[in-house]
């Protein structure tokens, strides 16, 4: 996989390997050519809200948001040798708010570290079309991601990496209704500090997509 990082974010402490490896991690579990190509970028909560109002009309930071760039051609979602070869194809950007997702991992438990795997690998199956905007959608798409992440933890050691070892807390491999409940106490410590509720991931609300019909994913 050809992952790019970029740092923009002034934020101390990112572990810029560890998110390059779970994200070639997650496109290879989804059975993506080597040949796959992304960007993960790293920015200040001002840039992410400006990003978050441009395009999706959204007061307030951000975790992350997805940007989705090429439809997969015949034989690029697959690296099995009898399949069609197709050239490289770029799959889109990943952004990430280190410092919302810092408030995220103190409110969950688990370090930041964690946090920004979790999105990463959140945001990579974004990319590849899946969404969270009915309940049997966000059910399969939050499965998939804690069923990677675990994987990707379990290689991590069988590798020998000098990764932060995987948490055990109750919000370190969430469900959506997990993540509904810390957005709330986020926007309610916000609210109390007379701030701008910072949305996280936004869930389904009774069946209806809370994403715009642009490609951006958040």
Request: hydrophobic share 40%; with cysteine; proline share 7%.
């Amino acid at each position: 996989m050809s992952i790019e990082f970029f740092n923009e974010s002034g934020f101390d402490g990112i572990n810029e390997e560890m998110l390059l490896d779970v994200a070639a991690f997650t496109l290879a579990a989804m059975d993506l050519s080597p040949e796959a190509e992304a960007t993960i970028t790293c920015v200040d909560e001002d840039t992410i809200a400006e990003l978050h109002m441009h395009w999706m009309n959204l007061p307030g930071p951000t975790d992350v948001m997805s940007f989705p760039i090429d439809e997969l051609t015949p034989g690029f979602h697959t690296t099995r040798p009898d399949a069609d070869m197709a050239g490289p194809a770029m799959l889109g950007d990943i952004v990430l708010c280190p410092a919302f997702a810092q408030k995220q991992a103190d409110a969950g438990g688990h370090s930041l570290a964690h946090e920004l795997a979790l999105l990463t690998t959140h945001s990579c199956l974004h990319l590849l079309g899946y969404d969270h905007g009915t309940p049997a959608e966000e059910k399969e798409m939050f499965a998939l991601q804690n069923e990677i992440l675990a994987d990707w933890y379990d290689d991590v050691q069988r590798r020998g990496k000098k990764f932060p070892p995987k948490p055990t807390g109750p919000q370190a491999f969430p469900s959506a209704a997990d993540r509904a409940d810390l957005d709330e106490q986020l926007a309610s410590n916000a609210l109390a500090d007379g701030e701008i509720p910072a949305i996280g991931e936004p869930q389904h609300n009774d069946g209806e997509s809370t994403t715009d019909e642009s490609q951006v994913e958040r």
